[in-house]
């Protein structure tokens, strides 16, 4: 996986999860707080209900078998193997999040081989390790943006799942170009590659390019939702987070890159709040 961006994303990941889990806690993606954003909660309850929120989403009560792309220090696949009683497999580019999520699944008791479990590797969600039809979910949960080819993500999720096995999955978005607002402006643009830059972001589309992605790919039943509003909240709450001498004294300690990432937190808050940056689900059967 000799790669610049690959590079980028495991660096930032090995040296920003330590201390998101000190602060924020496990779950490394946004909050849910309700259809329009205003109901209040804890930070960390948010996360949790925001997995629920997109079960419920995706009419998924059942899955034996289970891929989390992108799986961060095994958050949701600790969630999910508990919750559906599964065997969960997550994969990651940083080393650092996988020895983690390892540790984290001991201590759940949940690192053997039978039902329920989660294991850990290091992986490229492009080309998986894994044979044909082994998964009845493919979980995806703010992973999507990091990938430099949206086609073959989303083949090889089609790829690893069995028939009539389902791919969930939230990711960031710009807003469409094919309505209104047209073509994405100069100041647009300026704003994504400012957060491309800092996240290891190769870019971003738009949801209804997922959408024809998906059925391109050879998905049925294909769905997608934006919940930009239901989300936004959450950027509030992690700067104000910040600015505490705990969470100070870890950035300096993490390096520049997590120092960056935190400085493009308003950027981010501000592409979800004039519409440039959409949240969004979507859902496709094989």
């Keep these: 996986m000799a790669n610049p961006l690959y590079d980028q994303i495991r660096t930032f990941y090995d040296d920003a999860s330590g201390l998101w889990e000190q602060i924020w806690g496990e779950h490394m993606h946004h909050g849910y707080y309700g259809p329009d954003g205003g109901q209040r909660k804890n930070r960390r309850q948010a996360q949790i209900d925001l997995i629920d929120q997109c079960l419920a989403?995706?009419?998924?009560?059942?899955a034996q078998r289970?891929?989390?792309?992108g799986c961060g220090i095994g958050g949701s696949a600790l969630v999910l193997a508990q919750r559906f009683n599964a065997q969960v497999?997550?994969?990651t580019l940083s080393p650092k999040q996988a020895q983690r999520a390892t540790e984290r699944s001991v201590a759940a008791n949940l690192a053997g081989d039978t039902s329920p479990c989660a294991q850990f590797q290091v992986a490229n969600a492009l080309q998986t390790p894994f044979a044909d039809q082994t998964f009845d979910?493919?979980?995806s949960m703010e992973s999507g943006e990091h990938m430099p080819d949206k086609v073959a993500f989303l083949q090889e999720c089609y790829r690893v799942l069995k028939p009539g096995g389902k791919l969930l999955m939230a990711t960031w978005c710009h807003r469409p170009t094919d309505s209104l607002g047209g073509p994405l402006t100069?100041?647009?643009h300026?704003?994504?590659d400012w957060i491309y830059r800092v996240y290891?972001?190769?870019y971003v589309i738009a949801l209804p390019e997922y959408e024809a992605i998906a059925h391109t790919c050879g998905f049925q039943q294909v769905t997608a939702a934006d919940w930009s509003p239901a989300v936004a909240p959450f950027w509030d709450q992690v700067i104000a987070s910040v600015f505490t001498v705990e969470a100070l004294l870890g950035l300096i300690k993490a390096g520049p890159g997590t120092i960056q990432g935190a400085l493009a937190l308003v950027p981010m808050r501000q592409g979800l709040q004039n519409g440039l940056i959409r949240y969004g689900l979507l859902q496709g059967v094989r």
């Design 200 to 202: 290891g972001l190769p």
């Design 190 to 192: 300026q704003q994504l």
């Design 186 to 188: 100069t100041a647009e």
């Design 66 to 69: 289970i891929l989390d792309c």
């Design 57 to 62: 989403w995706g009419h998924v009560t059942q």
């Design 137 to 139: 979910l493919v979980w």
């Design 89 to 91: 497999t997550g994969i």
